[in-house]
């Protein structure tokens, strides 16, 4: 055997191009996500309300916003969003945007305070602060990118701030300690926090890319076990169980049935998968869910549409589809699925395999699910549409496969009342005529 030239190079080149294939998928989506990153949405809040200084009335949140807006024409990366604290923590709330930096009310007061002729009521002046806020449902690696992103541009307006307070104490010709004009050039204190807080059992964020992971490799692995155990009781397979091998007699069938058997006890077992996945998670890891009948019905539904479609695959191209469906649901949905790496940090090819990859869809449900309160607009309603395309692209591709298969007398085995001498299909096995095809055999 070790001397065929075909075993080599055929085991050779599977191996060659899986390993390569892998490599390029796995690390080329995640290996720059700086020098990728497009658009990231981060939220900006002004809700300063202004203050008077020098007879004339000022707002300098908006000098902030103006001096954001202007320096993100010169960078690409993050999308600052306009809007109100309200829209703010909407949009946070629902995934929508990776964090926000706020402008409190008083901004403006408590900036021109600092270089105010009187001393305030305490004898100290109030120090101007912006907020952070960050948002881990979303994703921790964005979460923390937009966070850097506001950082930076707080710590930008300071300095822009602190340039101006300190031309404002030289204009009045008062002597100022070394102490006042180093806390006068970097005036502002950037506060971070939380915008929309997760579980201490949510993996930081993470538990429904794992959850989702867990529901697509089982419907994977439980397509494998189907279509193996509907092979094995057709006759099509033995079954070995160590040095004993069993073979069932053959009942001849189009692949039509066999297929339609195959997702019959797929959505069957997907009941019971779907249920163990969520009493292993939530009822024995305890982790952090609510909407439990909702997680669920989503639960079995996604271990149901990805083992139909891992079916489909096998019944079209046979052991090349047990390939190409974990080409499709793990080496390409992985690094596009945007749950550890935002899409906006993917590069181009990922973006285009994100819109349509089945794992990205799963996971922006499963967070709607686990951090958003099963909002639809969070993720939850593109996840079961996009779910539902799926389906009834699996199961139109399936039996529009198969029936041509089955009318071209493409068949798995060959009826025996085909012996009319008519030629089987070239690569076909020839009938089988010994005992074993009528009844149960062990070896």
């Not at 995640?30 to 809040?45: E, F, I, S, T």
């Not at 993050?78 to 964090?99: C, H, N, P, T, Y």
């Not at 089945?358 to 079961?384: C, F, H, I, K, M």
């Amino acid at each position: 055997m070790l001397r065929r030239p075909q075993l080599w190079i055929g085991t050779g080149l599977i191996a060659a191009v899986v390993s390569m294939l892998f490599a390029l998928l796995y690390v080329g989506g995640n290996v720059d996500p700086r020098g990728n990153l497009r658009d990231l949405p981060v939220a900006l809040v002004n809700s300063d309300s202004g203050a008077d200084a020098g007879g004339r009335r000022v707002n300098l949140g908006e000098q902030v916003v103006s001096g954001v807006q202007k320096a993100a024409k010169g960078d690409k990366g993050i999308d600052w969003q306009v809007v109100s604290r309200k829209e703010a923590d909407k949009r946070l709330g629902s995934g929508k945007v990776f964090g926000a930096l706020v402008i409190p009310e008083d901004f403006s007061a408590t900036v021109t305070g600092l270089t105010a002729p009187q001393p305030a009521p305490q004898g100290k002046a109030a120090p101007p602060t912006l907020t952070v806020l960050t948002n881990q449902a979303a994703g921790s690696i964005g979460s923390s990118m937009s966070s850097q992103a506001a950082q930076k541009a707080a710590h930008a307006a300071s300095a822009q701030l602190g340039q101006e307070l300190l031309k404002q104490a030289a204009a009045q010709k008062t002597p100022i300690p070394t102490a006042a004009q180093l806390k006068l050039a970097d005036p502002v204190t950037v506060n971070v926090t939380d915008g929309h807080p997760v579980g201490s059992r949510s993996a930081m964020g993470l538990s429904a890319f794992y959850y989702a992971l867990v529901l697509v490799v089982c419907g994977m692995l439980g397509a494998n076990v189907v279509n193996s155990q509907v092979d094995t009781a057709l006759g099509y397979l033995h079954t070995d169980f160590g040095p004993f091998r069993k073979r069932e007699p053959v009942q001849h069938t189009s692949r039509v049935r066999t297929l339609a058997i195959g997702m019959a006890l797929m959505l069957s077992l997907s009941l019971v998968m779907g249920t163990l996945v969520e009493v292993a998670t939530v009822g024995i890891l305890d982790m952090d869910a609510s909407h439990l009948g909702l997680l669920w019905l989503y639960s079995v539904a996604t271990i149901a549409v990805v083992g139909i479609g891992s079916l489909t695959l096998f019944a079209a191209f046979g052991t090349p589809g047990m390939l190409l469906a974990t080409i499709v649901f793990v080496a390409m949905a992985v690094p596009s699925s945007g749950a550890t790496v935002p899409v906006q940090a993917l590069p181009g090819f990922f973006r285009i395999l994100a819109a349509f990859e089945p794992l990205r869809q799963v996971t922006e449900g499963l967070r709607s699910l686990l951090y958003y309160g099963a909002q639809a607009d969070a993720g939850l309603a593109r996840a079961w549409a996009a779910m539902g395309v799926a389906l009834v692209a699996s199961l139109a591709f399936g039996f529009a496969v198969t029936r041509l298969y089955d009318r071209g007398g493409l068949h798995r085995i060959p009826h025996p009342d085909s012996e009319t001498g008519a030629a089987a299909p070239a690569g076909t096995p020839e009938p089988s005529k010994s005992p074993e095809a009528a009844a149960p055999t062990t070896v």
